[in-house]
């Protein structure tokens, strides 16, 4: 960055040092690649997942590399485990200031195969999660005087249909319309609300479709960029929304896809 002088607004930054970040699912994938880049940027990182070995793995490696990282185990699903894991973030590191709502799954059936059980699997995890993560963050954060960030991760399947993954799209759109509602309810707080929408990003969770060269054509095709993402682009996406930067953006959607949802 060029040093100026005589600057007549504050300059925004990306800088994140003296921040807390809370990453659900971060164990690995696009979670992952998101606690790395905002400990790489300043941030004492809370890596979570549902195994405690995964979140120590996880966390000793960005320690390695010179980051500061903790692992907290919490299913998101369940409102006493993420509690919890707010409450030891602020015992360990004093407070919260970033809650990136990540955790998510997908089950590809189609609507009249999909039992009741397989739904609310999805539901819980990709809807519920995201609630119960923002509400136990964004309570801390108003009782601290924290003008924080609540990152929460859609998909482009909350903004377009997508065939036999039903409850994944509803529960992902559902995500965009949450993240609306909590900015309403938190800018008095001075604390944002955003989600982002990835589209295909090669990792474990869809390795098997992408290794169908048909089916990876077809995905290809339909982006604007013909490629697909990759996680260190997605993870800059939440740095944006996690820094000074991005200060006077809430309640939006941010379409991370390649252009997929554009036509």
């Avoid at 606690?35 to 390695?64: F, H, M, T």
């Avoid at 609630?131 to 136990?136: E, K, N, P, Q, S």
Wanted: proline fraction near 3%; aromatic fraction near 4%; charged fraction near 20%.
């Amino acid at each position: 960055m060029v040093e100026m002088k005589n600057i007549p607004f504050p300059i925004p930054t990306f800088d994140l040092t003296g921040k807390v970040a809370i990453i659900t699912g971060s164990t690995k994938g696009l979670g992952e690649g998101m606690a790395i880049v905002l400990a790489a940027y300043g941030a004492k990182v809370v890596v979570n997942s549902r195994s405690q070995a995964d979140c120590d793995q996880v966390a000793a490696n960005i320690n390695n590399m010179g980051g500061t990282a903790i692992g907290i185990k919490a299913d998101v699903r369940v409102k006493e485990e993420i509690d919890d894991l707010v409450a030891k973030t602020v015992q360990h590191f004093g407070k919260v200031d970033i809650m990136v709502n990540n955790a998510g799954i997908g089950i590809t059936k189609r609507v009249t195969e999909m039992t009741v059980e397989e739904w609310d699997e999805v539901v819980d995890t990709d809807l519920r999660g995201v609630f119960l993560g923002a509400a136990a963050a964004a309570k801390v954060m108003i009782a601290q005087g924290i003008q924080g960030r609540i990152i929460n991760i859609s998909s482009a399947g909350g903004l377009v249909g997508t065939k036999n993954i039903a409850a994944y799209c509803a529960s992902k759109a559902g995500v965009i319309s949450l993240s609306k509602t909590m900015a309403m309810e938190f800018g008095k707080y001075g604390i944002t609300a955003n989600a982002v929408c990835p589209g295909y990003i090669p990792t474990a969770i869809n390795t098997k479709p992408l290794e169908i060269p048909r089916v990876r054509e077809q995905i290809i095709n339909k982006t604007a960029l013909k490629r697909l993402g990759r996680i260190d682009e997605l993870a800059a996406v939440v740095l944006f929304l996690a820094s000074d930067a991005s200060s006077i953006i809430t309640g939006a959607y941010i379409a991370a896809d390649m252009g997929t949802t554009c036509n």
